[in-house]
C-alpha cells in the first residue's frame, strides 16, 4: 500500500493569497489526484496529475485558479491560487496503486480556511 | 438530482449495535461500488469495494450493491466506539479515479 505525506495539514490564509499544498508518495505512481472536500458535501475530483504531462481538469476547476505541478513519480503540489472564503476546504490528493481505483489511497488532507 | 445520494446523519449508536449505511446512485452504468472510512483529521480509507451486484463480507463488514434499485449498504455487526468515523460511499464506471462520484458521507458515532 502507498504512504502519502501531504503537507500543510491545516493553515489560515488571508483572501488575495495563494497557498501551496505538497503531496509526498513513498512509491512511485502514475497517477495523482486532487480532490476537494466542503463541508457536508461530497469528494469532487479537482484534476488528475500525470508526471511529464499537464494536469486533467475536471469541470468547474481551472489552471489559473488551481496550477498543479507534478516534477516527478512521487511528488506533486496543488496551489490554490488569489484565495477567497469559499475556497475555505479540505484538498486532499490521492494516488491509485497499480493503477485501480479499487485500490486508492489518500493523503490526511490540508485544512484551509481563508479569512 | 446529485448522482450520489447519502444521509449525512449523524448517526448515533450503542456499542455492540448493528449499523445499516446506505447510498442510492442514479447512474446504472456504475460498476465498482466502494465505502470508505474517514477519522476525523485523516483522509479516506478504503473499507470494500465490490464490482456489480452482490455481497462481499469482510470481518463484521458486509458490503450489499442492489443495482436494479440502485442502491448500496454497508453493514457493520457489533459495532465498536472505534468505527466512530465519517463514512463515505463511492462508485465509478470504470475502475479508475477518472470518473468515481463520491457520497458526502455519514457520520457515526458508535458510544460505549
Known amino acids: 500500500s502507498a504512504v502519502i505525506s501531504q503537507k500543510p495539514s491545516r493553515d489560515i490564509c488571508q483572501r488575495g493569497t495563494s497557498l501551496t499544498i505538497q503531496c509526498q508518495v513513498d512509491?512511485?505512481?502514475?497517477?495523482m489526484f486532487w480532490y476537494r472536500q466542503q463541508p457536508g458535501q461530497s469528494l469532487t475530483l479537482i484534476a488528475t496529475?500525470?508526471?511529464?504531462?499537464?494536469?486533467?481538469?475536471e469541470s468547474g476547476f481551472v489552471i489559473d485558479k488551481f496550477p498543479i505541478s507534478r516534477p516527478n513519480l512521487t511528488f506533486s503540489t496543488l496551489t490554490v491560487s488569489n484565495m477567497s472564503p469559499e475556497d475555505s476546504s479540505i484538498y486532499l490528493c490521492s494516488v491509485e496503486d497499480r493503477g485501480r481505483a479499487t485500490e486508492a489511497f489518500f493523503g490526511q488532507g490540508t485544512r484551509l480556511t481563508v479569512v | 438530482q446529485k448522482e450520489v445520494e447519502q444521509d449525512p446523519g449523524p448517526l448515533s449508536v450503542p456499542e455492540g449495535a448493528i449499523v445499516s449505511l446506505n447510498c442510492t446512485y442514479s447512474?446504472?452504468?456504475?460498476?465498482?461500488f466502494m465505502w470508505y472510512r474517514q477519522y476525523s483529521r485523516k483522509g479516506p480509507e478504503l473499507l470494500m469495494y465490490?464490482?456489480?451486484?452482490g455481497n462481499k463480507e469482510d470481518g463484521r463488514f458486509t458490503a450489499q450493491v442492489d443495482k436494479s434499485s440502485k442502491y448500496i449498504s454497508l453493514f457493520i455487526r457489533d459495532s465498536q466506539p472505534s468505527d466512530s468515523a465519517t463514512y463515505l460511499c463511492a462508485m465509478s464506471l470504470f475502475d479508475n479515479n477518472n470518473d468515481m462520484r463520491f457520497g458526502a458521507g455519514t457520520r457515526l458515532t458508535v458510544k460505549p
Open positions: 465490490t464490482y456489480s451486484s
Open positions: 447512474n446504472s452504468a456504475f460498476q465498482y
Open positions: 496529475a500525470n508526471q511529464g504531462s499537464e494536469a486533467t481538469y
Open positions: 512509491s512511485q505512481v502514475t497517477m
